[in-house]
Nanobody, 120 residues
Framework: VQLQASGGGLVQSGGSLRVSCVARGSFFRANIMGWYRQTPGSMRELVAEINYTGITEYADFVKGRFTISRDDVKNTVDLQMDGLKPEDTAVYYC???????????????WGRGTLVTVSS
């Protein structure tokens, strides 16, 4: 299984971007799909995640601005980012806990990051 992220870029403060991630390969279910971000010198931090029942969790610093969604037919997870601020500038990483076959424990996968830059 591989996670492939796309959609980063440069946007002005107050603007919007959408990042997407697709899980490629054969598996039973993605228990959780989510997005993390990291800036130089800082720990990677949770931005938002969504489980297979649709329950979402957001970091306080993005509540009301970002929306996470998933499509289990396409095996994708999207993060719609509105009201972007310069402090949202970071490399955004897709993460998923995937069950390869029924009854298996889930396995943690990371995608390569995509850079989001918000100019002031």
């Amino acid at each position: 299984v591989q996670l492939q992220a796309s959609g980063g870029g440069l946007v002005q403060s107050g603007g919007s971007l959408r990042v997407s991630c697709v899980a490629r390969g054969s598996f039973f279910r993605a228990n959780i799909m989510g997005w993390y971000r990291q800036t130089p010198g800082s720990m990677r931090e949770l931005v938002a995640e969504i489980n297979y029942t649709g329950i979402t969790e957001y970091a306080d610093f993005v509540k009301g601005r970002f929306t996470i969604s998933r499509d289990d037919v396409k095996n994708t997870v999207d993060l719609q980012m509105d009201g972007l601020k310069p402090e949202d500038t970071a490399v955004y990483y897709c993460q998923s806990r995937i069950v390869l076959a029924p009854g298996d424990l889930d396995i943690l996968y990371w995608g390569r990051g995509t850079l989001v830059t918000v100019s002031s």
